[in-house]
């Protein structure tokens, strides 16, 4: 598993480019490589990518969104990459945008091609291209202001989509693409997890009792008698 951190500042507004980022049928106009994204539901798209002169098709899951804050996802089957990005709040009209992926190279030409660094440096060439995207336009594209919960999050009260009348994930929060309709206002969310149960003891006091007096409290008592009982009295003559 190979891993790539960056980060580029953009002259823009943390909402702004927020924004932008979630506008995946987007990626093609300054992400290279990526020939064409689209958006299946609100959590759900499909890729067509180049990478080291391979042709890769997947799908990727968001696994977790948070408006202003950050966007996770996985692949749903393979090839295997997983990634967040995260939005910084600079000053009120800069942003740092930091990019963190994780994905398993296949074959012997993308293994070379990450040895050489090539992903690395095509990355680096995406979020340099972001930062010049979003700055000549002067404002996003779109934007999607749903709220997507996290595992750790599932369970303890839903606050994205799903969580009712005025949470994030209504109508309300979408605001659609410029030139496009907006994808099916699905809900995310369903059962939580069951926390684990704090340890306890269990079936009255632990360790039980010994019969066995103290080390050094005296000579040990016969076999089937316990400290400080009295031998059983003698038995009388028969009758």
Do not use: C, D
């Given at each position: 598993m190979s891993t790539i951190e960056q980060s580029v500042d953009v002259n823009v507004p943390i909402r702004t480019a927020y924004n932008q980022w979630t506008q995946f049928?987007?990626?093609?106009?300054?992400?290279?490589?990526?020939?064409?994204v689209k958006q299946l539901s609100d959590t759900r798209t499909a890729w067509i990518v180049e990478i080291a002169g391979v042709r890769r098709e997947f799908e990727a899951e968001i696994t977790e969104q948070h408006p202003d804050e950050r966007v996770a996802w996985k692949s749903v089957e393979r090839p295997h990459q997983a990634g967040v990005v995260t939005f910084h709040h600079l000053t009120p009209e800069t942003t740092r945008v930091t990019l963190q992926m994780e994905y398993d190279p296949e074959g012997f030409v993308e293994t070379v091609g990450d040895w050489l660094q090539v992903v690395r440096m095509r990355v680096r060439g995406d979020m340099d291209r972001f930062k010049e995207f979003i700055e000549s336009r002067g404002g996003e594209t779109g934007g999607w202001r749903g709220d997507v919960p996290g595992p750790q999050d599932r369970g303890a009260g839903l606050s994205g989509p799903g969580a009712g009348a005025g949470g994030a994930g209504d109508a309300g929060a979408y605001d659609r693409p410029l030139g496009g309709a907006s994808p099916e206002d699905r809900r995310v969310g369903g059962p939580g997890f069951d926390e684990p149960a704090p340890p306890r003891t269990v079936g009255g006091e632990y360790p039980p009792p010994s019969p066995l007096a103290p080390p050094g409290s005296g000579p040990l008592p016969p076999a089937g008698r316990r400290p400080g009982e009295e031998p059983p009295a003698a038995p009388g003559p028969r009758i």
């Open positions: 049928e987007s990626f093609p106009e300054f992400m290279e490589g990526v020939e064409s």
